[in-house]
């Protein structure tokens, strides 16, 4: 068992516990409305008081030393007993509650994240949340944020990860390109199409980059980094896109494109530090992102 060299202060112990959770300063003095250089002073004051430290700079970020998750288990007790504090004075008042950041790619995070959350916020109105976008590999050092949500395959390194659900990508054309175009009849014919795809030298997640590779060499005719302006270029007519069914499918102006010959599956995965997962707002997010992607999973993987 670690013995603390002086009794640390409880106000350092927190800010010591959020940067484990989002593993850098800068994210944490902005969750805390501070100043990175107050983060690095009250981390080094705590060390001070500790008499040794609690941080340690790694390939990954910042890790916790033997004597940093001591402290912040103990840095988890002062906030369990700070919330239980509230409750009693505050009616109402429950465990989900402060800032919670998550990352996601574009359509999960507007699609699927965002409705999720809005009812979370309804039933916790404590809770803040900070959505950041983005289509990318899942982070080795998971910097700035207590869960990101990303598709494709993972390669973890200290996070736990949680399959949140597979979903479907297939073949697209808007109406009046398939007028002017015609249908496609084989995935041979495909050649002699436009495409509609990711911009290949800044997308990270090889599921995506190689998605329309899978069906034509060729370089697709429309990139674009967001999938709501693939959606968009499909939609009027620029080519045949490979986009997630449940953003597009059944909608009015797209209609499937050799549905029986082209799909591909991809996994949306949730990944957190484990001093995140601690968080009860953070589980609360988890479990409602688990919730409604089984609730969509007829829009996820359509037939």
């Known amino acids: 068992m670690v013995e603390f060299k002086r009794f640390p202060s409880p106000d350092d112990l927190l800010i010591l516990l959020t940067v484990a959770r989002l593993g850098r300063f800068t994210a944490v003095a902005d969750a805390l409305e501070t100043t990175h250089t107050t983060v690095s002073r009250r981390i080094l004051a705590l060390d001070k008081q500790l008499g040794g430290r609690t941080l340690e700079r790694t390939p990954h970020g910042w890790e916790l030393t033997e004597l940093g998750r001591a402290a912040v288990s103990a840095a988890e007790g002062i906030e369990e007993s ?179 010959d082209v799909a591909q599956k991809v996994q949306f995965w949730a990944a957190a530090r484990p001093e995140s997962l601690r968080s009860p707002a953070v589980q609360a997010v988890v479990a409602a992102f688990l919730q409604e992607t089984r609730q969509r999973r007829q829009q996820l993987l359509p037939d």
């Open 82 to 260: 700070l919330r239980a504090l509230s409750s009693g004075i505050q009616d109402g008042v429950d465990t989900v509650s402060g800032v919670v950041r998550v990352s996601a790619s574009d359509g999960f995070g507007a699609l699927i994240a965002a409705p999720a959350l809005a009812r979370l916020q309804a039933k916790h109105p404590l809770l803040r949340v900070e959505l950041l976008s983005g289509t990318r590999r899942l982070s080795q050092n998971r910097s700035g944020v207590d869960v990101e949500v990303v598709a494709g395959s993972v390669e973890a390194g200290r996070a736990q990860t949680i399959l949140l659900s597979d979903y479907t990508l297939r073949l697209y054309a808007g109406a009046g390109y398939v007028v002017e175009h015609g249908m496609p009849d084989s995935v041979e014919s495909l050649a002699s199409h436009s495409f509609v795809s990711y911009v290949e030298s800044t997308l990270q997640v090889a599921e995506l980059a190689q998605q329309h590779r899978t069906v034509t060499a060729k370089p697709a005719d429309f990139q674009a980094t967001s999938v709501f302006a693939q959606v968009e270029a499909v939609r009027a007519n620029a080519g045949i896109g490979m986009l997630p069914a449940f953003m597009v499918d059944g909608q009015e102006g797209f209609v499937r494109v050799l549905p029986d």
